[in-house]
């Protein structure tokens, strides 16, 4: 498996509460997503980064927040979690080499669930 | 925005037949077309993929065929043995050969019977 943790891998929280997620890899790719996994959903995209500092949404942005200081490191906000923020949510990575094509590799993934 | 359709949500064959998933996607401009394996519990990874100017991939038991007048991409498995049996995703994006924002599909839970 490509170098991408994810932490916590699990945690239950409260409705209202604040959550962060952390991906941090050690490949030094430039791109990094988050995605959320839900029964009859698949995969959807939430935020994604191109870079330090650079960042922008995806389909189901809405509730959440993401923030990359530093290459390795992209986190996900839950600002005010809700029950429908309830679900597995994996991070990516790819390396962003214009020669070639670019393989997602995902990481392990956390359980959120908000009760 | 891209949307990708996937099809059967579930299939079971018998061991040593084959298996076909077929997707279908929405925006013409999309360019790139992989499929990930799921097996329970694990994170997705990349089985194969395919670009717009291909039309056919193959690697070992597994293949990928595009069909971009018709706007569909199937997943074909030969052979099957019980360790197939997994979670399958299509997807779909534009790709500038760095920033694949995938759209995936609703997955296809793949049982081998032994």
């Known amino acids: 498996d490509a170098g991408i943790t994810q932490s916590p891998r699990h945690k239950v929280t409260e409705t209202g509460t604040p959550v962060t997620l952390r991906c941090h890899q050690t490949?030094?790719?430039?791109?990094m997503y988050w995605y959320r996994q839900d029964p009859g959903h698949g995969l959807r995209l939430i935020h994604y980064?191109?870079?330090?500092?650079?960042?922008d949404k995806g389909e189901v942005s809405d509730g959440y927040s993401v923030s990359r200081s530093k290459t390795e490191d992209f986190l996900l906000t839950l600002e005010s979690a809700t029950s429908s923020q309830t679900s597995v949510y994996f991070c990516?990575?790819?390396?962003?080499?214009?020669?070639?094509?670019?393989?997602?590799?995902f990481g392990p993934g956390t359980r959120l669930t908000v009760l | 925005g891209e949307n990708v359709e996937q099809h059967p949500s579930t299939l079971s064959v018998q061991e040593g037949d084959s298996a076909v998933i077929k997707c279908t996607y929405s925006?013409?401009?999309?360019?790139?077309f992989p499929w990930y394996k799921q097996e329970l519990g694990k994170r997705p990874q990349l089985i194969i993929d395919?670009?717009?100017?291909?039309g056919e991939k193959k690697d070992q038991r597994i293949a990928v065929t595009l069909n971009k007048t018709a706007k569909h991409f199937s997943l074909h498995i030969t052979e099957t043995q019980p360790e197939d049996s997994a979670v399958y995703f299509c997807?779909?994006?534009?790709?500038?050969?760095?920033?694949?924002?995938?759209?995936f599909g609703t997955g296809t839970r793949l049982t081998i019977i032994p």
């Open positions: 990516a990575i790819s390396d962003g080499d214009r020669s070639s094509y670019n393989e997602q590799f």
């Open positions: 997807a779909a994006s534009w790709s500038n050969f760095g920033n694949e924002k995938l759209t």
């Open positions: 925006d013409s401009a999309s360019n790139y």
């Open positions: 395919i670009r717009s100017n291909v």
């Open positions: 490949e030094n790719h430039r791109y």
């Open positions: 980064s191109y870079g330090v500092k650079d960042t």
